[in-house]
């Protein structure tokens, strides 16, 4: 090789992490430990990656802080003290704050950049990546961490330029917040996401109307103030509470259940249903019965449960039973934890409109039409979803081996191998790619890490230049990716839009795109994978002149 093809093919980076979220920061810093000279880039102005994005009223954690945080470091465990049980959002950018400037993550991070491709060069074995700046950056190694839920979905609602009023969107809440005071508004949308913003709006509003299509179970968290003798025991435990929750099938560190549902006297049934209930959020559904996402009587049991609550703390009894969930089962859709949820159908300032029987037909210029009702607003909210798991994936260009795009391997549904590499796309890696556990982030985020670290290093450390899932690795994960789901009732009640499915998006294929198999075998199957000298990928040297694969691969 000249000199000065060696000029051309050399890379300018180790490694570019995209997004600057729980994912980037950690593997930012995995990066440093391994002398990788790497670089982020950050679409925002600041880190946080979800919790930089989403500033709606309302907007806080669903898991409780000890086990929802960064474990990378005993000197962040050690040094942060959170004030809630669940903290806010504002809390979670101060904790995002504190995490970068206590490890100077900030110099390795361009913000206000957003990668638009990335393209594989088969000749040097790099990635091109380009910014929206024009930027072109050569890197051996690409690693995004761009969030499940970060690409915002708006639907095609005809009108919308038509709104004479202001219009927001729950994840992309302006920094300086939007004054909703004395305003009539209304709000589309009741998931985790509407179902935290609609009590604080109710209480700024002169009158919030709920548009909505599919009511959901929701479960009080329970929040409140971390007392201190709690907070220096959980700091003392934190690695054994860390471990139990990568031993638990979402990642969180709770206790087993009661058995199955049917396993006990109506009487103990409900005796442990109050007890999850005054728990909170998750504990309901985890620390209640152990089959309520596999037995329909057992889930039809707590969703009967969940609804008697919403009986007993809604007064208007119709408002009550339009707010009840019925034929999809509890879990069904991800499970939004609930502030005074229900709470807020009581005051008189609030409207709910059931467009499952009258949809929104259309943004008029002074309102929102359902069915044949106009509703009139000066302000409209979209708490509607995301292009879930492969939207921001798909977004950014992506072309892999011969200039594949992404999105096109992935039109009839993502396939990857652990939701961490795809065929055809080497060395690049996804933090909480499409086919990985859906379960608690923060914990599925820095197994991921730790692997993508790993294999990194022994790439290094060998020599080799590109790893890759092979086709046989990719068929085999994307196959048990849906049979694992078979046997739960997690997509069941397809009438539901979930994004578990990508059924909340027109157009999208419907193929379950997150690992249900259990948070707790993926990160053992992982572990086995690197063990066994990275089964099912194909580590390649070019200076040998030879593919090197794993034997294991072969
Ligand atoms: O989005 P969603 P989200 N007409 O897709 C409705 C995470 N999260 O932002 O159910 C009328 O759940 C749609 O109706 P339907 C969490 O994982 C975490 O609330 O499709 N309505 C639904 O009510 C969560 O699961 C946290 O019938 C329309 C809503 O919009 C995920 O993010 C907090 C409509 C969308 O609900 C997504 O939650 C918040 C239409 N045309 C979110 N289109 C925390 O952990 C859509 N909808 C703190």
Known sequence: MSVSQ?????????????GAGFAGLAMLN????????????????????????????????????????????????????????????????????????RFDLRRDIRFGTRIISAAFDEASG??????????????????TGLGLLSAPHLPDFPGLESFEGDWYMTSRWPQDGADLVGKRVGIIGTGATGVQA???????????????????????AQNRPMEPDEIVELKAKHYEILQKARDHSFAMPFNP???????????????????????GGFRFLFETFDDLLVDSESNESAAEFI????????????????????????????????????????????????????????????????????????????ATGFDAVTGALTGIDIRGRDGFELKRKWEDGPRTYLGLTAHGFPNLFTISGPGSPFANLPVCIEKNVEWIGNAIDHARREGI?????????????????????????LTQGEAVHSWFTGANIPGKAHVVNVWFGGANNYFAICDG??????????????????????????
Not at 6 to 18: K, M, S
Not at 199 to 220: C, D, G, M, S, W
Not at 258 to 278: D, L, N
Not at 534 to 549: C, F, H, I, T, V
């Open 307 to 382: 609804r008697s609550k919403i009986r007993e703390t809604v007064h208007d009894p119709e408002i009550a039973d339009l707010l009840s969930p019925r034929g999809y089962p509890y879990g069904g859709k991800r499970p939004p934890a609930g502030h005074d949820y229900y709470e807020a159908y009581n005051r008189e300032n609030i409207t709910l409109v059931d467009v499952s029987s009258a949809p929104i037909q259309e943004i008029t210029p002074g309102g929102i039409r359902a069915g044949d009702t106009e509703y009139e607003f000066d302000v409209i909210v979209f």
């Open 126 to 143: 790099n990635w091109e990546v380009v910014t929206d700046g024009g930027e072109r950056v050569r890197t051996s190694y690409v690693v």
């Open 465 to 489: 230049d590109t790893i890759e899932a092979t086709r046989e690795a990719e068929d085999d994960w994307v196959a048990q990716v849906q049979d694992v789901v078979s046997g739960t009732l």
């Open 30 to 101: 995995r990066a440093r430990e391994l002398g990788l000279r790497s670089r982020v880039y950050e679409a925002g102005d600041g880190v946080g990656g979800t919790w930089y994005w989403n500033r709606y009223p309302g907007a806080r954690t669903d898991s409780e802080c000890y086990y929802y945080c960064f474990s990378f470091s005993e000197e962040i465990v050690r040094e942060w003290t959170w004030s809630e049980r669940y903290p806010g959002q504002p809390e979670m950018l101060r904790y995002f704050d504190f995490v970068a400037d």
């Open 529 to 554: 994978v690197a063990e066994k000298g990275y089964e099912g990928l194909a580590l390649s040297s070019r200076d040998r002149g030879q593919e090197a694969e794993s034997a294991a691969a072969s």
């Open 257 to 279: 259940g009661h058995g199955p549902a049917s396993g006990v006297s109506p009487e103990e049934r409900q005796r442990i249903y109050e007890e999850g209930w005054a728990s």
């Open 198 to 220: 609609i009590p604080l709006i109710a209480q700024e509003a002169a009158h919030l109307t709920v548009f909505q299509r599919t009511p959901n179970y929701v479960v009080p």
């Open 6 to 18: 060696q000029q051309v093919t050399e890379p300018d980076l180790d490694l570019v992490i995209i």
